[in-house]
């Protein structure tokens, strides 16, 4: 369990040491862990701090040759 996972417990009223209903288990953390994720696209994707270089050929007639897709994750 990370600080972020900790203070949303706190924040919802769940205790760390001995929690009731999100267990310190894989399955019993995904709700949090979801959300957590969820929120940090949203803060990225609105305060456009995730940013990315393409490069696209100016050239006449000119097609891509190869496309190299970059699959990237946040947080």
Sequence with gaps: MNLLEKQVLEMIGESVDSP???LDTDAGMAPIRDSLNDAIQEIVMLTGSHKR?????????QGFYRIVLNNGHFG
Excluded at 54 to 59: A, D, E, N, S, T
């Design 53 to 61: 270089q393409y490069f696209i050929p100016l050239r006449a007639n």
């Design 20 to 22: 009731d209903v999100f």
